[in-house]
């Protein structure tokens, strides 16, 4: 075992010139990667450390995230983009020992996240803001980005993760897994339909967020209005999917992924259509009527691969999605695949 990660917060910091004794440190705890810490004093900060068996080269995340506030710095003077804070030597982030880096950023005062939508007008807000930020990346060209997870989203690929997962899982998991397993398989007709979708040239490669869960955008206290997109990690090239998927798979149920008691998950229509609004209250005319069509899919998609990649860290032991107790990968899974049948049942309606 090394070193515990809070141990190295006041050598990490004296890079940037900080005393750890000028702080009272918390651990902030939603994120599923990263260890995430708060600094507070009168001007706080959070401090990361970035998961580098996730992002194995951290630096094309740097470099990604510099691209994009270049060229949002050059053309627009309205947003606010989060950037990591340089070191005293004028670097993005500072590795430890054991080879992991660490990045830090300011703590916006008089914000707060959420981990499920209450209201219409929140939904609107937060999708309206990841709307923005691929509206404005929208002419930058793509390939000054790579990807930071390859494949991240390519649901055929999770698809084949999740059966490899199966074959070499244990017994035991396998028995526990079983409801999941059968019921994940019985939506394996989605693959086909992504495979048809993405081969079919209709989604124009665009950056996107690709990690737009309703936790991962900032909102004024004051006026409750989303302030800006966090969690950038994965901008990067991807289609609009991805985006607004993650939003209905993440706004639309009164109860989040973490849920145990699945029948408190439901689909709630308008917090729905006020996401749809919001996003496309930006993205509208950038989206061609084709891609728009496949809205409902979107949703279905994001739900799916996120069950898939939740069952297989079960079956395979645990070991990418943090975890508070045993079994918590099953419960996730078995939320997603609950939330799954209900947009189903709901985008049948239609
Ligand atoms: C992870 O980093 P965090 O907790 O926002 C994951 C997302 C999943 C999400 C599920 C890099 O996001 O893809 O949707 O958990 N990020 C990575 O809650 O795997
Ligand atoms: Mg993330």
Same mark, same amino acid.
């Given at each position: 075992?090394?070193?515990?990660?809070?141990?190295?917060?006041?050598?990490?910091?004296?890079?940037?010139?900080?005393?750890?004794?000028?702080?009272?440190?918390?651990?902030?705890?939603?994120?599923?990667?990263? %260890?995430?810490?708060?600094?507070?004093?009168?001007?706080?900060?959070?401090?990361?450390?970035?998961?580098?068996?996730?992002?194995?080269?951290?630096?094309?995340?740097?470099?990604?995230?510099?691209?994009?506030?270049?060229?949002?710095?050059?053309?627009?003077?309205?947003?606010?983009?989060?950037?990591?804070?340089?070191?005293?030597?004028?670097?993005?982030?500072? %590795?430890?020992?054991?080879?992991?880096?660490?990045?830090?950023?300011?703590?916006?005062?008089?914000?707060? +996240?959420?981990?499920?939508?209450?209201?219409?007008?929140? &939904?609107?807000?937060?999708?309206?803001?990841?709307?923005?930020?691929?509206? %404005?990346?929208?002419?930058?060209?793509?390939?000054?980005?790579?990807?930071?997870?390859?494949?991240?989203?390519?649901?055929?690929?999770? %698809?084949?993760?999740?059966?490899?997962?199966?074959?070499? &899982?244990?017994?035991?998991?396998?028995?526990?897994?079983?409801?999941?397993i059968a019921q994940a398989k019985a939506f394996s007709h989605l693959v086909t339909e992504y495979e048809t979708l993405i081969?079919?040239?209709?989604?124009?490669?665009r950056i996107t967020h690709n990690d737009t869960k309703i936790n991962n955008v900032l909102f004024n206290a004051n006026t409750?209005?989303?302030?800006?997109?966090?969690?950038?990690?994965?901008?990067?090239?991807?289609?609009?999917?991805?985006?607004?998927?993650?939003?209905?798979?993440?706004?639309?149920?009164?109860?989040?992924?973490?849920?145990?008691?699945?029948?408190?998950?439901?689909?709630?229509?308008?917090?729905?259509?006020?996401?749809?609004?919001?996003?496309?209250?930006?993205?509208?005319?950038?989206?061609?009527?084709?891609?728009?069509? &496949?809205?409902?899919?979107?949703?279905m998609m994001m739900t799916y691969i996120m069950a898939l990649r939740m069952l297989a860290d079960f079956l395979n032991g645990?070991?990418?999605?943090?975890?508070?107790?045993?079994?918590?990968?099953?419960?996730?899974? +078995?939320?997603?695949?609950?939330?799954?049948?209900?947009?189903?049942?709901?985008?049948?309606?239609?």
């Amino acid at each position: 075992m090394g070193l515990s990660p809070e141990s190295l917060i006041p050598g990490i910091i004296s890079h940037y010139g900080l005393s750890a004794g000028n702080f009272s440190i918390e651990r902030l705890g939603s994120g599923h990667i990263h %260890y995430t810490y708060k600094l507070n004093a009168k001007k706080s900060y959070v401090l990361q450390r970035v998961n580098k068996n996730v992002f194995k080269e951290p630096e094309v995340i740097a470099s990604n995230l510099r691209v994009a506030a270049d060229y949002l710095g050059k053309n627009f003077t309205d947003f606010l983009f989060l950037s990591a804070i340089e070191t005293l030597e004028g670097k993005e982030m500072v %590795y430890d020992a054991e080879g992991f880096p660490w990045r830090l950023f300011p703590f916006f005062d008089n914000t707060f +996240t959420v981990d499920k939508v209450s209201t219409k007008e929140e &939904a609107f807000s937060a999708a309206a803001e990841f709307a923005r930020l691929s509206r %404005y990346l929208k002419d930058v060209d793509t390939s000054r980005f790579s990807p930071t997870i390859p494949g991240f989203h390519d649901l055929s690929l999770r %698809y084949r993760q999740f059966e490899t997962a199966l074959k070499n &899982a244990t017994p035991e998991r396998i028995q526990r897994a079983q409801e999941a397993i059968a019921q994940a398989k019985a939506f394996s007709h989605l693959v086909t339909e992504y495979e048809t979708l993405i081969s079919s040239g209709s989604l124009k490669l665009r950056i996107t967020h690709n990690d737009t869960k309703i936790n991962n955008v900032l909102f004024n206290a004051n006026t409750g209005k989303a302030l800006c997109a966090i969690d950038l990690d994965t901008l990067m090239p991807g289609y609009f999917i991805y985006d607004i998927g993650d939003m209905i798979r993440t706004f639309v149920s009164p109860v989040d992924e973490e849920e145990k008691d699945v029948s408190k998950i439901t689909v709630r229509q308008d917090i729905y259509r006020a996401l749809v609004d919001g996003y496309l209250s930006q993205m509208n005319d950038c989206l061609t009527p084709e891609e728009k069509k &496949a809205i409902p899919f979107s949703g279905m998609m994001m739900t799916y691969i996120m069950a898939l990649r939740m069952l297989a860290d079960f079956l395979n032991g645990d070991i990418y999605y943090h975890i508070k107790y045993e079994g918590q990968n099953l419960v996730r899974a +078995t939320n997603q695949l609950r939330l799954l049948q209900e947009l189903k049942t709901v985008n049948g309606n239609q």
